[in-house]
T-cell receptor
Framework: SQTIHQWPATLVQPVGSPLSLECTVE??????LYWYRQAAGRGLQLLFY??????ISSEVPQNLSASRPQDRQFILSSKKLLLSDSGFYLC???????????FGDGTRLSIL | GESVGLHLPTLSVQEGDNSIINCAYS??????FIWYKQESGKGPQFIID?????DKRQGQRVTVLLNKTVKHLSLQIAATQPGDSAVYFC??????????FGTGTRLKVLA
């Protein structure tokens, strides 16, 4: 069966520090991969998605970036975090076609 | 864990009653719809989906209804249980890869 791993579960970072969140999927190949951010009281905001290795589509201009160095690995990064980057970050995957996305358990990011 | 949905609309239902959660979607080109359940501190969990060529689909204790004329989606939960308490999101697929999520509804089950 397919599983998605996302880490760390919680992270506290100072303003201006770098960020790297990692997401890996097991049990499938060539998944579509997604990064979302969820602020308290809000829905899910799509940040990036990828349909293949090295292919990244950005949905929201910001100081975050994403990379997909391997088929089942998706990384969310920042060179310099802002206070507004605080939130709950979720990674998701889906197979091609009319299929639901499957989410990891998220990373709670607090910027101090 | 993460406090999801501090200011979300809330539906309070007595245990054992049926729940109906509604969602208005935005894009008339959307051809696939999904309901998710999110518990505090966790990622959304898939509940049920429906394609636009259907108007009703049933799962275990859940039913999704789709009205394309008014761009409305609903999730019905039969015999609501305390474990159903969570935030529920609908999602629509307007294109091949992107999904758009609603703002969510908090379901509270009263004992």
């Amino acid at each position: 069966s397919q599983t998605i791993h996302q880490w760390p579960a919680t992270l506290v970072q100072p303003v201006g520090s770098p960020l790297s969140l990692e997401c890996t999927v097991e049990g499938t190949s060539n998944p579509n991969l997604y990064w979302y951010r969820q602020a308290a009281g809000r829905g899910l905001q799509l940040l990036f998605y990828s349909v293949g290795i090295g292919q990244i589509s950005s949905e929201v201009p910001q100081n975050l970036s994403a990379s997909r160095p391997q088929d089942r690995q998706f990384i969310l990064s920042s060179k310099k975090l802002l206070l507004s980057d605080s939130g709950f970050y979720l990674c998701a995957w889906k197979p091609p076609g009319y299929e639901p996305q499957h989410f990891g358990d998220g990373t709670r990011l607090s910027i101090l | 864990g993460e406090s999801v949905g501090l200011h979300l609309p809330t539906l309070s239902v007595q245990e054992g009653d049926n729940s109906i959660i509604n969602c208005a979607y935005s894009n008339s080109a959307s051809d696939y719809f999904i309901w998710y359940k999110q518990e505090s501190g966790k990622g959304p969990q898939f509940i049920i989906d429906i394609r636009s060529n259907m108007d009703k689909r049933q799962g275990q204790r859940v039913t999704v209804l789709l009205n394309k004329t008014v761009k409305h989606l609903s999730l019905q939960i039969a015999a609501t249980q305390p474990g159903d308490s969570a935030v529920y999101f609908c999602a629509e697929r307007p294109g091949t890869y992107k999904y758009i999520f609603g703002t969510g509804t908090r379901l509270k089950v009263l004992a």
